[in-house]
């Protein structure tokens, strides 16, 4: 019944009343980051979703659209702004996503959705990440995020997908608002957000 009815349920009048509650600092973010990117302040990537379906992410902006000489953009590290990166170490980049949830394109616990171009890398085994909505935060995240190689991720999602209830829903978030005050897990040891996913060894 959770699976089935529930967990949409939940993530629906979650992300509603979210959404109504934290509307000031939505916008005040909103605003600072249009006036500090010289922007938009919203970052908009397709993402695929439940079954691979694509849609598409609204996340805040936390990097710059610099470019090299050739129009190639510049690597992550020198993109992220000071505001970005604040904005990432709080989380806070995250919370536009709650319209995503609400839309039903995500879950607020889940895989986290990753890059299009990914899709056609994934063994069988970890496909099964696609069986349900992706997350704003999930049982990889609050086991090491972006510090774990992508095959513990992989695992990690499955893992969560085969084993999906809300009692592990709930702890997933208790463990979130805990490594979100310890800023854990924002970076990989080489990279300040993750290292591209080339396929499994």
Known sequence: MYKRVGKRLIDFLAAFVGLIILFPLLAGLALFLALSNRGTPFFRQPRPGKHGAIFTLLKFKTMNDRRTSS??????????????????????????????????????????????????????????????????????????????????????????????????????????????????GISSATAVTMEKFTGSN
């Open 71 to 184: 129009g190639e953009l510049l690597p992550d590290a020198e993109r992220l702004t000071p505001v970005g990166k604040w904005i990432r170490k709080t989380s806070l980049d995250e919370l536009p996503q709650l319209w995503n949830v609400l839309w039903g394109d995500m879950s607020l616990i889940g895989p986290r959705p990753l890059l299009v171009e990914y899709l056609p890398l994934y063994s069988e085994q970890q496909r099964r990440r696609h069986l349900v909505r992706p997350g704003i935060t999930g049982w990889a995240q609050v086991n090491g995020r972006n510090t774990l190689d992508w095959d513990t991720k992989f695992r990690l999602d499955v893992w969560y997908v085969e084993n999906l209830s809300m009692a592990l829903d709930v702890k997933i978030v208790f463990l979130t608002f805990q490594k979100v005050l310890r800023r854990e």
